[in-house]
């Protein structure tokens, strides 16, 4: 999967595979090369799910506020 | 006889109502038209038939000093306010003013009788939801693993909702939520419409959102009574995103509290749910990161113990080719000559073989052909001039060619004839 493919997964998606991912490393018949692949692959998919956990969607952030009844001064 | 002033009319009947069966009684009604001013409470007492009809209705009125203690004692036991529509069971005494005409006083309140009768509603509304199987169905939708966006039902700028967003936003943990406020009014009589509402609201923009919070704005906790609704249970057991209340009720649990997907007491509470959620899936990324930096150690590890294996095996593994090649060679050259020897020896026997096969093919030829001569020197000796001369035969030859016949022989010709034991020579006449 491309790295551009990476950012529009959804968390749930994310560790989904991430979960796949680690379950292969810890398999006895994961080979070493495979696990540097593996091993790239999951810390870019931390690195999504991390994000997406801590920091800022502006473009929802947007929607939210456009959408929200809270009154500014309020 | 004098007709009654109706000052004295009415003061007669004041004072027909001294009677103490209409004194100190425990009347049992509901309330309806109930409203407070300046701390007294009027409330019209009403009795329906079992068509819903009015059949007997009393004005009532608590004076500011009792209803304060009432409404106290009242909340205590029900966690509700004095309010309408309830069954109540009050001790009333009959007041007839000249002026204002007839009231009952209430001076105290049972408030269990008004409890009984509020659990009997609840359990109809329970049993209702259950028969039309969707009590649970707000509980049973699962959760995404890490509820992010918000939609909160809550009265703005409500001390709770505050308290919510705080709690929320400023987590320790870094964790970022996203709010958005659908806002109702939380309390009286158009609470339940306005919560209903909001849901509606939330419907029409649902995929923008993990789940609902409905949170009461603090305030008394004697205006949960409308909580107890059946279509506001409706609503969120058979809302497609699960729900949060927060509604805050410290003895029971409102119908919103027992069909949401999630129940906590207070708004403060229902925000620490969504950010341990969070911490769960930080703890959770945390362990497979552990998990990745274990597996990628101990494989480096292992590669490097089977290469340090490998490095002392290789020096042995080459001795020992060597050792073996150089038996192999050995052997080799120990059988070289047994086989040559064999190999020699066998040819040998053939050799010897064929020599005899030779030998005896060459004396069958030459005695064949020894044979074969003998006959043809006889046939050669039978056939010979010698032969045929001894016989008595005789050769003639002129002019170095055989006379066989008279023809071409002139007379003067010298012929010479051969017979058996010499020649003669002759001249033809």
């Known amino acids: 999967m491309e790295t551009q493919e ?14 796949e991912i680690v379950k292969k490393m810890q398999s006895p018949e994961c080979s070493i090369d495979n ?22 969607d502006e473009e929802l952030q947007k929607v939210l506020n456009e959408m929200s009844d809270e009154k500014p001064n309020a | 006889m004098e007709p009654l002033s109706l000052l004295e009319y009415n003061s007669r009947i004041k004072n027909l109502l001294y009677d103490p069966s209409v004194q100190s009684c425990w009347v049992v009604a509901e309330t309806s038209d109930l409203r407070v ?16 009809a009015t059949v007997a209705k009393l004005g009532a009125v608590i004076w500011a000093s009792t209803f304060a203690k009432l409404n106290a004692k009242f909340i205590a036991a029900t966690g509700k306010s004095i309010g309408n529509a309830m069954k109540v069971m009050v001790k009333v005494g009959a007041n007839f003013h000249e002026q204002y005409g007839l ?49 909160v039902i809550s009265a703005q700028g409500a001390a709770g909702y505050g308290d919510f967003l705080k709690q929320l936003h400023n987590n320790n943990y870094g964790l970022k939520f996203y709010t958005c406020l659908f806002e109702a009014v939380m309390q009286g009589e158009n609470c339940v419409p306005s919560v209903i509402a909001a849901l509606d609201r939330i419907v029409e923009v649902e995929h923008l959102f993990d789940c609902v919070v409905i949170i009461r704005g603090g305030g008394s906790t004697s205006d949960l009574n409308s909580f107890d609704n059946y279509e506001l249970g409706a609503s969120i057991a058979q809302f497609p995103l699960p729900i949060i209340t927060g509604i805050g009720h410290d003895r029971d649990v409102t119908i919103p509290d027992m ?78 000559p047994l086989v040559l020897k ?35 020197c006889d046939k050669v000796n039978l056939l010979s001039p010698q032969n045929t001369l001894n016989r008595g035969y005789s050769l003639t030859m002129c002019d170095g060619h055989v006379v066989t016949s008279v023809e071409g022989l002139n007379s003067g010709a010298r012929i010479e004839t051969t017979l058996k034991d010499g020649k003669v020579r002759s001249v033809i006449e």
């Not at chain 2, 001013?37 to 819903?52: F, M, T, V």
């Not at chain 2, 009952?104 to 509304?125: F, H, K, Q, W």
């Not at chain 2, 190999?343 to 004396?363: D, F, P, S, W, Y």
Request: hydrophobic share 40%; charged share 25%; glycine share 6%.
């Open chain 1, 6 to 19: 990476i950012n529009k997964m959804t968390y749930t998606q994310a560790i989904t595979e991430l979960e």
């Open chain 1, 35 to 56: 696990l540097s692949q593996y091993t790239a692959r999951s810390l870019q998919l931390l690195k999504v799910c991390k994000s997406k956990l801590t920091e800022t």
């Open chain 2, 37 to 52: 001013s300046r701390g007294h409470c009027y409330i019209e007492l009403i009795q329906k038939n079992d068509a819903g």
């Open chain 2, 103 to 151: 009231k009952a006083l209430i001076n105290d309140i049972d408030p269990s009788y008004t409890l009984g009768d509020m659990e009997r509603i609840r359990r109809e509304i329970i049993d209702r939801l259950t028969k039309e199987g969707i009590i649970d169905m707000n509980k049973q939708l699962s959760w995404g693993l890490a509820p992010r966006r918000i939609a």
């Open chain 2, 259 to 336: 069909v949401s997907n999630q129940h906590v007491k207070t708004p403060t509470a229902a925000a620490a749910f969504l950010v341990q959620c969070g911490v769960a899936q930080l703890e959770r990324l945390k362990s497979l990161t552990e998990a990745i930096a274990t597996i990628s150690r101990e494989a480096v590890a292992q590669s490097r113990e089977q290469l340090a294996y490998y490095g002392n095996f290789i020096p042995m593994a080459a001795q020992k080719l060597v050792e073996t090649s150089r038996l192999r060679l050995k052997g080799y050259a120990q059988s070289i």
């Open chain 2, 342 to 376: 064999s190999r020699l020896g066998n040819e040998r026997v053939g050799l010897q073989h064929k020599q005899e096969a030779i030998k005896t093919a060459v004396g069958t030829t030459m005695e064949r052909q020894r044979l074969l001569l003998a006959a043809l």
